[in-house]
């Protein structure tokens, strides 16, 4: 979880204050500009209030606003999730999590939290091997895992795809560190949106928040992103259920092929994501 916390640490501290110092000075030549007037400028009388125009006070405030709060809300809920023990301790609770329909209803509901909020999901889906077994664990991981992701990918569109657009539009020509690199995986998601997603899930290496905000905040539609992060999990859902259902059922055979299937998992994704890359 580090990188996840230092990329939206950088974000936080470095991208957004650097924003909101740089927006008034824009607001304020506005200004300055509509005062003089086209007169004193010699400009013609549509461009003297043209860049006023360009950056709406509403807009400004917005793609302000909204990338801090997705962010402090994000950042709050995962020191919130692993800090206080329920969540833990409730997908540790298998009697509870058995008990009908209500049990069901109580692991999906805290692993679309966990999930959304970019916890491992791996634990969660070693948790449901354990209590439901292979079929129904992996079944409910994934329903977890799918809803999870497309909270946090609506959250993420809601909060940064305006800031994104509207900054990546201002920062073109000299482009920094961090837009450069959004730039890469905005362009591959554009072409790829389906194939880049799906590769990615498969890879053992990354964060699938960064995903879920990436693919938030760069206009992929809604349909390949839930598909695609419902077949792409799927390998690593059923590995880690396997782990889990083997632990509890004490088959060290299902522990092996989990293994196996984690490798050929993992070289699958990075074969397809140089195939991608190179197109």
């Known amino acids: 979880m580090l990188p996840v916390y230092r ?66 809300v994000l ?6 999730l692993r800090e206080v023990p329920g969540v833990h301790a409730l997908l540790g609770d298998t009697v509870r999590l058995r008990q009908g329909v209500g049990g069901r209803l109580l692991f999906c509901l805290a692993g679309a939290v966990w999930c959304l909020f970019g916890l491992p999901r791996q634990l969660l889906c070693f948790a449901a091997g ?20 497309v909270g946090c990918f609506f959250w993420a569109r809601w909060g940064g795809r305006e800031w994104v657009r509207l900054h990546m539009e201002r920062k073109q020509e000299t482009p920094g560190f961090l837009l450069r690199h959004l730039g890469r995986v905005t362009a591959m ?12 899930r498969l890879l053992p290496v990354g964060s699938s928040l960064l995903l879920n905000l990436f693919a938030g905040v760069t206009g992929v539609a809604f349909a390949p992103f839930a598909a695609a992060t419902l077949v792409g999990s799927l390998p690593q859902t059923v590995i880690f259920v396997l782990l889990g259902s083997g632990a509890q059922f004490g088959g060290m055979g299902r522990a092996v092929t989990a293994i196996i299937l984690f490798i050929v998992s993992g070289w699958v994704g990075y074969r397809l994501l140089r195939r991608v890359v190179r197109e």
Not at 40 to 50: C, D, K, L, R
Not at 189 to 200: G, S, T
């Open 189 to 200: 998601l554009q072409r790829h949106p389906f194939e880049a997603i799906v590769i990615l």
């Open 75 to 80: 950042v709050a809920g995962m020191l919130l």
């Open 7 to 72: 990329a939206l640490a950088t974000v936080s501290k470095e991208v957004l204050p650097r924003l909101m110092r740089e927006t008034p000075m824009r607001k304020q030549t506005g200004s300055h500009e509509r005062n003089v007037g086209p007169a004193s400028s010699g400009a013609p009388e549509g461009a003297a209030t043209g860049e006023a125009k360009a950056v709406p006070d509403g807009m400004s405030r917005a793609s302000l606003l909204r990338p801090a709060l997705m962010l402090a």
């Open 130 to 149: 354990v209590t439901y077994g292979l079929v129904e664990g992996t079944a409910l991981a994934t329903l977890c895992t799918v809803t999870g992701s």
